[in-house]
């Protein structure tokens, strides 16, 4: 089955910097991969997606990229705020059944 | 009430206690997800109906056991538990299996077993 790494489990950064946080998957059929922002005491959100047959998209300060060949794609975050700090999960699916990467806390300092 | 609900937030119950968590989605999707959150673990998919029929069990012990009355409400019966099914259990909906279809969480019922 699928396998979804993400790194870095924790990023702390200032305000107005930027953030990338990056996953790898495993199945090279897999063609969905959204991402996912959770703030504490309430469930993931979807904030951006991407799939297979585009390699970049861009949402306002956020944008996901993707590399098929290399099977990777990361998240990027510009001028972040404080209200950016939450975990945020990457997630892979092919068949249907969206596997999850163990997810990244961010932290954004004033 | 919007989107997706779950009661209650908070459980707390011992290893032979039987107690049922309830999640309900007010967006008119045909499938639902029960979902397990454990610190530092990816998020574990543990059942998926659509239209209400049972579609995907995970391997999932049998002490925990989902319900889908009708396409809105989703539970799951708890019962002989252990202290590692401690975690945050989450319910999702999604208009239906597509794989594209975004997944709309509640916010969760945080379990502990003593």
């Known amino acids: 089955g699928e396998n979804v790494e993400q790194h870095p489990s924790t990023l702390s950064v200032q305000e107005g910097d930027s953030a990338v946080i990056k996953c790898t998957y495993s199945?090279?059929?897999?063609?969905?991969f959204p991402w996912y922002k959770q703030e504490l005491g309430k469930g993931p959100q979807l904030i951006i997606d991407?799939?297979?047959?585009?390699g970049e998209k861009k949402d306002q300060r956020i944008a996901v990229t993707l590399n098929k060949t290399a099977k990777h794609f990361s998240l990027h975050i510009t001028e972040t705020q404080p209200e950016d700090s939450a975990v945020y999960f990457c997630?892979?699916?092919?068949?249907?059944?969206?596997?999850f990467g163990k997810g990244t806390m961010l932290l954004v300092s004033p | 009430e919007t989107g997706v609900t779950q009661t209650p937030r908070h459980l707390v119950m011992g290893m032979t206690n039987k107690k049922s968590l309830k999640c309900e989605q007010h967006?008119?999707?045909?499938?639902m997800y029960w979902y397990k959150q454990s610190a530092k673990k990816p998020l574990e998919l543990m059942f998926v109906y659509s239209l209400e029929e049972r579609v995907e069990n995970n391997s999932v012990p049998s002490r925990f056991s989902p319900e889908c009355p009708n396409s809105s409400h989703l539970f799951l019966h708890l019962h002989t538990l252990q202290p590692e099914d401690s975690a945050l259990y989450l319910c999702?909906?999604?208009?239906?299996?597509?794989?594209?279809?975004?997944?709309?969480f509640g916010p969760g019922t945080r379990l502990t077993v003593l």
């Open positions: 991407i799939r297979s047959n585009v």
């Open positions: 199945d090279s059929a897999s063609n969905y």
């Open positions: 999702a909906s999604s208009q239906d299996r597509d794989r594209y279809n975004e997944q709309f």
């Open positions: 967006l008119g999707h045909n499938a």
């Open positions: 997630a892979a699916t092919g068949a249907g059944t969206l596997t």
